[in-house]
């Protein structure tokens, strides 16, 4: 079993940054690959970013290419999502999710096994 445990979300203002953090436990991260999905009030979970196993491979959503970068630190056990020029629209509970399964591309909740909690991040305009 894997746990997942996000954090570094918090109020900020328009065009200002975050990075969030999610520490894995249970697992090595090296064999996870790891996302990160949003869901705002009122709407579905939304797909963001997600990382493969081999750290080379990135995927975004279209909403946060160029503005949002996900990496990953395996001797940490640890994923991090930076948030940069960040919107109102962006305001949302993140949720942090990781699999053990390789796919040719990551976007879909469906393909992740494992979920935290959520943080919840506020932009103010």
């Known amino acids: 079993q894997v746990a997942l445990v996000e954090s570094g979300g918090g109020l900020v203002q328009a065009g200002g940054s975050l990075r969030l953090s999610c520490a894995a436990s249970?697992?090595?991260?090296?064999?996870?690959?790891m996302g990160w999905f949003r869901q705002a009030p009122g709407k579905e979970r939304e797909f963001v970013a997600a990382v493969a196993w081999s750290t080379v491979n990135t995927y975004y959503a279209d909403s946060v290419k160029g503005r949002f970068t996900i990496t990953r630190d395996n001797g940490k056990n640890t994923v991090y999502l930076q948030m940069n020029s960040l919107n109102p629209e962006d305001t949302a509970v993140y949720y942090c999710?990781?699999?053990?399964?390789?796919?040719?591309?990551?976007?879909?909740?469906?393909?992740?096994?494992?979920w935290g909690q959520g943080t919840q991040v506020t932009v103010s305009s």
């Open positions: 249970g697992r090595t991260l090296s064999r996870l690959a």
């Open positions: 999710a990781g699999t053990p399964s390789i796919y040719s591309a990551y976007g879909r909740e469906n393909q992740f096994n494992y």
